[in-house]
């Protein structure tokens, strides 16, 4: 599918696995992440230190801007020399200029099995509050 419909299925609330799109992706040796941040007028991807390119440590955050690619609130950034995923933030600046900073929430893996999916739907998950 390609990324117009998988856009639109999340703008209608119809998508059924966001992971699938959002976040970081690998793919033909290029890592990609997307974002929905539909109060940004500008997003960038803050690569958090210790990351290696090509066997070289880094020291420092690195800051890459992201591209819109659809009116809506879709960004993307492409890293053509990363093959491997890596730790980040994603900041953006609202249309109001106030900036944020923030763990892109699709960066972390979801948590719940498909038998955690089925016991919650049958109504028998007893695992799923306070502990």
């Known amino acids: 599918m390609d990324i117009d419909k998988h856009i639109k299925l999340l703008l209608n609330g119809k998508h059924g696995n966001p992971f699938e799109v959002l ?6 040796n290029k890592v990609c992440i997307r974002a929905f ?4 007028k500008e997003a960038m991807v803050i690569q958090e230190a210790g990351f290696r390119i ?3 440590e880094a020291r420092g955050e690195k800051t890459f801007l992201m591209k819109k690619i659809n009116k809506e609130g ?6 053509e020399d990363l093959s491997k995923p890596f730790k980040y933030k994603l900041r953006v600046v609202t249309h109001q200029d106030e900036t944020r900073e923030f763990y892109d ?3 972390f ?7 955690d999916l089925y016991l919650i739907g049958e109504g028998t998950h007893y695992k799923g509050q306070n502990q």
Do not use: C, Q, R
């Not at 879709?74 to 890293?79: D, G, K, N, R, T």
């Open 23 to 28: 976040g970081m992706h690998i793919f033909e």
């Open 109 to 115: 893996p979801p948590v719940l099995t498909d038998f």
């Open 54 to 56: 090509k066997d070289l």
């Open 105 to 107: 929430p699709y960066s």
């Open 74 to 79: 879709f960004f993307e950034a492409v890293f």
């Open 37 to 40: 941040l539909p109060e940004a």
